[in-house]
């Protein structure tokens, strides 16, 4: 899994909470990377549909769907996204060992497995929970 995930639910939160067009750099700010990143992934957001953008002095990025018909999941897709895999793969299938050539596909299924129970759990969180969970966080530390 890379970081556009968080960068991307990052942005989404503030857009709906802002209710208003943010720039590339006021959300760069907050999300505490680079504006050329944040447009980077905030182009794969408009494709999904979950943006809209401005261009030009005055544009910017204002979310385009009700926060609690959003979930990470729709996020994840947009993105592309895959919480567990490898990038190595052990052993070589040529080997006569078994373990040698079995290993990587077995492993590939447990992951594809993982990356399924991830995005089951995704769906049945939304937008509005996760600020919901921050701001009820806030009003506990205010009191």
């Known amino acids: ?4 995930f968080g960068v991307a639910v990052h ?6 909470h802002k209710g208003a067009l943010v720039s590339s750099e006021a959300l760069a700010g907050n999300i505490c ?3 050329a990143r ?3 992934i905030m182009a794969k957001l408009k494709k999904a549909g979950l943006v809209f953008t401005r261009e030009g002095l005055e544009g910017g990025y204002s979310f385009q769907k ?9 996020v994840a897709q947009a993105l592309d996204c895959r ?3 490898s990038s190595w793969r052990s052993g ?11 290993m990587a596909g077995v492993l590939d299924g447990i992951y594809e497995e993982l990356d399924k129970g991830c995005k089951e759990t995704l769906a049945k969180i939304t937008i509005a929970d996760i600020d919901g969970r921050i701001f009820k966080k806030e009003e506990k530390e205010e009191v």
């Not at 926060?67 to 729709?74: E, G, H, I, S, W």
């Open 33 to 35: 990377t680079n504006p």
């Open 66 to 74: 009700e926060p609690q018909c959003v979930t990470l999941y729709d």
């Open 1 to 4: 899994m890379n970081s556009e």
């Open 38 to 40: 944040v447009r980077k």
């Open 92 to 102: 070589n299938t040529d080997l006569p060992c078994l373990i040698a050539s079995g």
């Open 83 to 85: 919480f567990v895999a």
């Open 11 to 16: 942005a989404l939160v503030y857009l709906n």
